[in-house]
Every structure is written in C-alpha cells, then in structure tokens.
C-alpha cells in the first residue's frame, strides 16, 4: 500500500496546507499593485513568473483570485480575502525581522558619556583611530558631566573623580589630571615675568574662570604651591568658553593638559609655568568589571594608551 503524502482532496491535512511561500509573495505583489508587470519588476522576476506563480496559486487553492479584462487585473473577493492575510503574515514576519536586527544592532551599540569638553577637545578628534580599530561596533557619544545613571541608557561613562561614584559602578582609572595657567602667545610678556626659564604670574593678569569649575584657580595654587590669588576676572558657564576666551586674549585660564594638548601643539595656547597633577583623574565607569577582549576592554586600553 502506498500512501498519499498530500492527503486527500477533502482531507484537514489537505486544507490546512500552505501553498508555496513564493507563490504568495508573488501574488501579494501582483495583488497591491494590480498589474503583473509592476509586481515583476519589484521582485526582480520576469512577467511570466508572476503569471505562472498566480495561476499555480490558484490552481492550488481552487478559486480565481483576479479577473483579467483586457491586459488588466482586478482582484476577486477571494482574492481580497487572500491579499489581508498574506499582508498580515508578512508584516508580522516584518516585524520579527525588524526585532532581530535591532538587537543584533544592540548588541554591537552602546552609549558613551563623556564630560563634554573633555569629549569636544580631546575625544573626539581621536576617535576616528578607536573606529578604524573596531569598525564592527557602533559607539553612540554623548556629552553629559556629574552624577547619571546607568538605568538612562548609559553604558559607559569618562568622569573626572569630583563627585561621588554611583554605588553600582565599576571604576578605571584613564589619566591624572594635570593643569596649569594658559593664554595665548603675545600674551606672555605683559602677564607673566620670566627669569631664567622660571615663569610667574602677574598679579595684574586677567584670569578667566567657570562656573563648572569654580575652584580651578585655587586648586592649581593649592598644587602648584603657589599664593592664592584674589584677582577677579571673567566667568564663562562652561570650561570650553574659558579656553576659547584664553584663545581670543582675554586673559589667563586654567587648563587642564588633555583640554589644551592639541592647542598647545598647535601654538595656539601656551603654558608658560606648565602642569602640575592636582590630585584628580578621569575614569571610564562601567555597570561591570569590564571582560578582556570585549571591546568595552580594549576602549579602556586604547584610553590610556591615547592619553
């Protein structure tokens, strides 16, 4: 005896038998745009395939999904019946796919903040190396400073350590801060005495402060071991505003190193007393022990080597 492995004509198996998925590809194109010819462009297929594909379809199903009149194609009510559940089949397979390349994406992606001008000044015009280093891994940049929270979408963060760490974070320290009085190169002369390649600040020298920062000045002397000083000057909202004010003569910053490295080496800024650490660094923050051979890993490394 042998057996029918279609079933027979009548049959449950038989009625709950998918036609061929291509089949109904083909006529859910042929069916939205009403015309063979359109639909076998957009599938990349010929005329004839969409044609043969609809009329084995319907051989299958045993009902006339379109009338054809005169070259043209109009789609039956069994053929409109067909046309909502296919549509709702493939978007729902639409929907999966789109779900599973979002979290493939997902997990290549993640969130670094950065205190924004250490990400403006310093971050960012590196960062092509990191990318060229890991071009599989989408780094989305932030600039954000002070207390965050892992549970916003932060997967990592660059603080400097002036605030109290989140309790659930795990710590790495990138470089020490190291900070010194900086202004522009006409600007030594009349604002700092030099002798014998020792440089002190005139008590005369506007100085320029922030109010994300408002210790800076006292902090360096603190360092430095230099007197404190009492000269007002200039208050800008952010540290990137003093150093541009630094840049444009305004007077004397201080400015961290990393902030004013590729300044310096531009000649554009001049420190003419240097740098001195002053007891703060920055570190890359995690929600983890960061897991070697991860890319979170080698960012660290590559920090630190860039620093």
Same mark, same amino acid.
């Given at each position: 005896?042998?057996?029918?492995?279609?079933?027979?004509?009548?049959?449950?198996?038989?009625?709950?038998? &998918?036609?061929?998925? *291509?089949?109904? @590809?083909?006529?859910?194109?042929? /069916? %939205?745009?009403?015309? +063979?010819?359109?639909?076998a462009d957009e599938l990349h297929l010929t005329h004839g395939a969409i044609s043969r594909a609809v009329r084995l379809l319907e051989d299958d199903l045993g009902v006339a999904l379109?009338?054809?009149?005169?070259?043209?194609?109009?789609?039956?009510?069994?053929?409109?019946?067909?046309?909502?559940?296919?549509?709702?089949?493939?978007?729902?397979?639409?929907?999966?796919?789109?779900?599973?390349?979002?979290?493939?994406?997902?997990?290549?992606?993640?969130?670094?903040?950065?205190?924004?001008?250490? &990400?403006?000044?310093? *971050?960012?015009? @590196?960062?092509?190396?990191?990318? /060229? %280093?890991?071009?599989? +891994?989408?780094?989305?940049?932030?600039?954000?400073?002070?207390?965050?929270?892992?549970?916003?979408?932060?997967?990592?963060?660059?603080?400097?350590?002036?605030?109290?760490?989140?309790?659930?974070?795990?710590?790495?320290?990138?470089?020490?801060?190291?900070?010194?009085?900086?202004?522009?190169?006409?600007?030594?002369?009349?604002?700092?005495?030099?002798?014998?390649?020792?440089?002190?600040?005139?008590?005369?020298?506007?100085?320029?402060?922030?109010?994300?920062?408002?210790?800076?000045?006292?902090?360096?002397?603190?360092?430095?071991?230099?007197?404190?000083?009492?000269?007002?000057?200039?208050?800008?909202?952010?540290?990137?505003?003093?150093?541009?004010?630094?840049?444009?003569?305004?007077?004397?910053?201080?400015?961290?190193?990393?902030?004013v490295c590729d300044a310096l080496d531009s000649g554009v800024l001049v420190a003419p007393m240097g740098f001195i650490n002053d007891g703060s660094h920055y570190c890359l923050l995690?929600?983890?022990?960061?897991?070697?051979?991860?890319?979170?890993?080698?960012?660290?490394?590559?920090?630190?080597?860039?620093?």
């Amino acid at each position: 005896m042998f057996s029918d492995k279609n079933g027979e004509s009548n049959s449950p198996l038989s009625n709950s038998r &998918l036609p061929s998925l *291509l089949a109904l @590809r083909c006529f859910e194109a042929a /069916a %939205r745009q009403e015309n +063979f010819s359109r639909a076998a462009d957009e599938l990349h297929l010929t005329h004839g395939a969409i044609s043969r594909a609809v009329r084995l379809l319907e051989d299958d199903l045993g009902v006339a999904l379109f009338e054809r009149r005169s070259r043209r194609v109009f789609l039956t009510d069994s053929g409109r019946t067909l046309l909502r559940a296919v549509n709702s089949g493939l978007q729902l397979m639409r929907q999966a796919v789109g779900e599973l390349r979002a979290s493939a994406r997902q997990a290549h992606r993640w969130v670094l903040s950065c205190e924004p001008t250490l &990400l403006m000044r310093w *971050l960012i015009p @590196r960062w092509p190396d990191f990318q /060229a %280093r890991h071009p599989g +891994f989408e780094v989305h940049l932030v600039a954000g400073g002070g207390p965050f929270s892992f549970a916003s979408g932060i997967d990592l963060a660059i603080r400097r350590d002036d605030f109290l760490w989140p309790k659930d974070c795990h710590v790495e320290q990138i470089f020490e801060e190291k900070v010194g009085p900086v202004c522009r190169p006409d600007k030594v002369e009349p604002w700092f005495t030099t002798k014998k390649n020792h440089a002190a600040l005139k008590v005369t020298a506007p100085r320029l402060h922030t109010r994300t920062r408002m210790g800076a000045w006292q902090e360096w002397a603190s360092a430095a071991g230099q007197p404190a000083s009492e000269a007002q000057g200039q208050t800008f909202e952010h540290f990137y505003f003093s150093l541009q004010a630094a840049v444009a003569g305004l007077g004397v910053a201080i400015g961290p190193w990393h902030l004013v490295c590729d300044a310096l080496d531009s000649g554009v800024l001049v420190a003419p007393m240097g740098f001195i650490n002053d007891g703060s660094h920055y570190c890359l923050l995690s929600p983890q022990p960061l897991q070697a051979g991860t890319p979170q890993a080698d960012l660290l490394t590559w920090l630190r080597a860039s620093a």
